[in-house]
Nanobody
Framework: QVQLVESGGGLVQAGGSLRLSCAVS????????MGWYRQAPGKERELVAT???????NYADSVKGRFTISRDNAKNTMYLQMNSLKPEDTAVYYC?????????WGQGTQVTVSS
C-alpha cells in the first residue's frame, strides 16, 4: 500500500512563506506525475502545481511566480515552496501521484494565511 504524508502546513501572516513536504512510502524515481492540489472551504479541489517527467513544471495562474514545486528522488519526497502567501491561499493542501493508472492522495495539511 503506497502512502503519501504531507507536512509543513500552519498559520502564517500574509507575505510570509511555508514549505510543504510530501513523503512517499516507496521509491519515486519512476513516478512520472506528481502534483499539489488544494481545497478551500466551500470550494472544489483545484490543481496548484504539477511536476512531470521529473522536470516539467506547471502552475495554476494564481500561484505562478510565488510557488515552486520540486522533488528529491533520493528522499522520496516532493516539496512545495510557497512565498508571498495571500489570504486566498488558505486551504487544505494535498499531494497526489499517479502509479500504474491509479491515483494516490495524501491526507492533507492545513495552510492558513492571516491578513
Amino acid at each position: 500500500q503506497v502512502q503519501l504524508v504531507e507536512s509543513g502546513g500552519g498559520l502564517v501572516q500574509a507575505g510570509g512563506s511555508l514549505r510543504l513536504s510530501c513523503a512517499v512510502s516507496r521509491n519515486i524515481f519512476s513516478i512520472n506525475y506528481m502534483g499539489w492540489y488544494r481545497q478551500a472551504p466551500g470550494k472544489e479541489r483545484e490543481l496548484v502545481a504539477t511536476i512531470t517527467n521529473g522536470v516539467d513544471r506547471n502552475y495554476a495562474d494564481s500561484v505562478k511566480g510565488r510557488f515552486t514545486i520540486s522533488r528529491d528522488n533520493a528522499k522520496n519526497t516532493m516539496y512545495l515552496q510557497m512565498n508571498s502567501l495571500k489570504p486566498e491561499d488558505t486551504a487544505v493542501y494535498y499531494c497526489k501521484m499517479n502509479l500504474n493508472y491509479q491515483a494516490y492522495w495524501g491526507q492533507g495539511t492545513q495552510v492558513t494565511v492571516s491578513s
